[in-house]
């Protein structure tokens, strides 16, 4: 599962709200993902999302936009349903990243219903997904970056890919989740950067999870790679998934051929090694920020490089505690059997030395709260 960042928030609200213990217990597990019906909410589910990245080109210019749109919904108890959006945007020619976010509290819990039609209010700004099945209206204004919008939507280039070849990924002991793709979606529509519309075209990546509490009790960090390669129209998802108490790791993914063919990667399918970091000057940390991904049995040598290094998040979640992480637009280049190939990608990194800072600060905010005035603050 991609987003480990965010089961992390799941343990923090928790933790600060009350001191009752995240469930699972009304997480779906099945042999096999099932379409439509997966599309729509799991009903006081742990933790889910529907998650798009992607790159975009201006029609008129030519120049290129990377998107990071994704809904959360989580039910940390079996009694309250909170949802959580986040959007980015990033803009290579001027060097730009912006991000606006927000989490709440629902007044009820979230039906199953499709078409899916989910939305979060921040001031006077709302945000909306609508749609299924690879078709989807995107639709977000940034209220902390005023002149920073999208209004996309999509079509699949490619059918949908069920990771394992069922559906549901299994993280070792750690987790079964549900997991799905719409690797490839054709996107048009707008994108407003600093105020200026602009058309564009381009493809995203859609990530569909579920069941993804149960990474809560761990000290876990993640690093998620998605790829779409421009040769031969094939797609690569990669992760790595450590534990710093254990220092066991665990990594995974997929290969998407041309024609829709699903391979399985274990760990022992992909050696990913990084030849580059840099150290951000907002949060001081160190991420990686070059990498190279290596594929023996389907012939891929790449390299994985960011448009721009500073592509860090930083979310306030309650007073004294910000989490921060690495989601960001990358380029491919390499060669599959020899040949040379190239592409796009999005990178997630969540930094492994500040999973315990981040559980042991949710600590201490829970023995300073009390349940029932306990919010979260927004940026």
């Known amino acids: 599962m991609k987003k480990l960042l965010f089961a992390t928030l799941a343990l923090l609200l928790t933790t600060a709200g009350c001191a009752l213990k995240p469930t699972n217990k009304y997480d779906v597990v099945a042999e096999r993902a099932q379409l439509p019906q997966e599309e729509a909410v799991h ?8 998650y798009f990245t992607g790159h975009l080109r201006d029609k008129a210019t030519g120049e290129m936009f990377g998107v990071e749109y994704v809904f959360f ?20 020619q001027q060097q730009q990243f912006r991000y606006d976010y927000k989490v709440t509290r ?80 054709q996107a048009t529509g707008t994108v407003e950067v600093n105020g200026q519309p602009r058309q564009v075209e381009g493809e995203l990546w859609y990530d569909r999870q579920w069941n993804c509490n149960s990474v809560t009790t761990k000290d876990l960090g993640w690093d998620w790679f998605s790829i779409q390669l421009d040769e031969h129209r094939e797609e690569i998802m990669a992760y790595q998934l ?5 220092g066991q790791s665990i990594g995974g993914g997929s290969h998407y051929g041309s ?9 022992e399918d992909f050696q990913l090694e990084p030849l580059a970091y840099w150290t951000s000057p907002h949060s001081k940390l160190r991420y990686p920020n070059k990498w190279r991904l290596r594929l023996p049995s ?27 992480y ?10 599959h059997h020899g040949k040379p190939v190239k592409g796009n990608s999005y990178v997630e990194i969540t930094n492994r030395a500040e999973v315990r800072k981040a559980r042991e600060a949710a600590e201490t905010v829970a023995a300073q709260q009390d349940a029932p005035s306990s919010q979260p603050k927004q940026k």
């Open 43 to 50: 009903k006081q589910n742990s933790l889910e999302w529907w």
């Open 73 to 92: 919904h989580f039910n940390l108890t079996g009694q309250k349903d909170w949802q959580m959006v986040n959007f980015a945007l990033t803009d290579p």
């Open 106 to 185: 629902l007044p009820q819990l979230l039906a199953p219903t499709l078409p899916l039609s989910l939305s979060v209010q921040k001031q006077a700004q709302r945000w909306t997904l609508t749609g299924q099945e690879g078709r989807y209206h995107l639709q977000a204004r940034m209220a902390a970056h005023p002149g920073q919008a999208i209004n996309l939507t999509t079509t699949p280039a490619k059918p949908v890919l069920l990771h394992s070849g069922t559906g549901y990924e299994h993280y070792g002991p750690t987790a079964t989740a549900g997991y799905y793709s719409y690797p490839r979606l």
């Open 242 to 246: 450590y534990n710093k108490a254990t």
């Open 259 to 267: 024609q829709a063919q699903n391979i399985h990667l274990g760990q």
């Open 298 to 324: 389907q012939g891929y040598d790449l390299t994985i490089t960011p448009v721009m290094p500073d592509q860090e998040l930083t979310l306030k979640l309650f007073a004294g505690i910000k989490m921060h």
């Open 326 to 335: 690495w989601e960001g637009m990358c380029r491919v280049e390499g060669t």
